[in-house]
């Protein structure tokens, strides 16, 4: 990895947590230089502007802070289905701290933020959220194969629904800082919809 990139990782370890807060709008320039202990213009050695660096962003939250969890969708130790039962607990597991849990997902708060006003980080956004969908269908079609799961479930169509389950799951934590919310997505992904 070239010091350029290592130092737009640096930048986004230290500063991305003021936008998971804030928000796109919320968050200036000059709040992400700030976190990341730089002179504002120095951000822009790294990064054309503030969309060039959400975009970054978005794709170091999904492929590092979020690296244990994703590899285990495609942990061949484990049957299909139990990769997806780990992969969602490990995920509330991670939602446990009250500030994570009311913070919702980072991937989540940007889709809802600027998905229908910014094309060029609603693609980026939506290549995570399809390589997602895309693993667990994976599974389920392997599930299916080996007759861990019913074969008249349709596994693109139930890898979809999981997947915006989740989301739609996330956001109702953070509107009722239940955490029980979690425990019940995850009681009907096992109970019913991965029987």
Known sequence: ????????????????????????HGTSVKDLADAAGIPKG?????FENKEDYVKEALNYYYQETSKPQFDTLVDRSLKPLERIRQFYAMMIKNMGDH??????????????????????????????????????????EEAIGIGELSV?????????FIHSSWHGTLLRVKSSRDKKTLDNFYNVLIEVLLK
Do not use: W
């Not at 120095?42 to 790294?46: D, F, I, T, V």
């Open 99 to 140: 500030d994570v849990l009311f913070k919702g997902c980072f991937v989540g708060n940007v889709t809802q933020e600027m998905c229908g006003i910014n094309d060029g980080i609603q693609e980026v956004i939506e290549l995570i959220h399809q390589s997602i969908v895309d693993k667990i269908k994976m599974n389920l």
């Open 42 to 46: 120095s951000l822009y050695n790294y």
């Open 1 to 24: 990895m070239d010091k350029k990139t290592l130092k737009k990782r640096e930048i986004i370890e230290k500063s991305f947590g003021a936008m998971f807060s804030y928000g796109y």
């Open 152 to 160: 008249d479930k349709n596994p693109e169509v139930l890898a979809e």
